[in-house]
């Protein structure tokens, strides 16, 4: 193995270890994050089933952003949606036999990449062009936004301009799966895409892309309209009026 796949492997290694372990380190900041007032944003479900239904319109079709803003609605769900198909049509470099719907969406997450691309420049272009967008923006923002460019082009680039060694790609990526890397082509391309993705799984779980598990834990979103039926009282506010008795 030469030293640029070994290197690759232990980059790889070491952000799919910081990526879990930062996720599931947060996520448990949000689930013992106390919400002690009732703040479901208006009009609310009454019922924990119509809270699991706005969740879903609001995860699988950008609800409340629709609402306010059909220009970033669209952007958003042009960069969401475009990269979901890209994501699953990757998984055919992690399956072995690749599962027949993951053979199916091939072509569709293809093009899809041209769909994440336009929505990231388009959601970028409002943080120069809307004054209160920019206004707030800081230097993190843009970076993240052109992380995310760089990873869409430098795909593309692949697909349709200066195309890899699927094959070995695949290879090494299943050898790492089970613990038996194999060597990684050394196109300059591919070495780029690779290193800015490992650069996003380790940015992840530190950065405001966590708005991904965060929408599940928004008490604005996940709480029910039950402020008349029932005193909502937070965990921590029960053991101190259970200690002043």
Sequence with gaps: MSLVSALYVGLFYFATVFLVVGLVLR????????????????????????????????VAFFESLFRSNKWIWLFG???????????????????EPVWFWVNWVQPFGKYAAFAMLAGLLGLWARRFLVARIRYISTPSDHLMLALLVGIA???????????TDI??????FLGMLHFSPQSLPTDPLLLVH??????????????????????????????????????????WAKELEAGER
């Design 27 to 58: 996520i448990k900041t949000y689930a013992q994050t106390p919400a002690p007032l009732k703040i479901p944003t208006m009009p609310a479900p009454r019922t924990e089933t119509g809270v699991a239904l706005r969740m879903f319109r609001e």
């Design 77 to 95: 769900i042009l960069f969401h949606f475009g990269m979901l198909l890209v994501l699953l049509r990757h998984l055919r470099y992690f399956t």
């Design 153 to 163: 082009m430098s795909g593309i680039g692949m697909s349709f301009l200066v195309h």
């Design 167 to 172: 094959i070995s790609v695949k290879a090494f």
């Design 194 to 235: 690779l290193g800015l993705v490992a650069t996003l799984m380790i940015i992840f779980p530190i950065s405001k892309l966590l708005h991904a598990p965060g929408v599940f834990f928004s008490p604005t979103r996940n709480q029910t309209d039950s402020s008349r039926e029932q005193r909502h009282i937070a965990d």
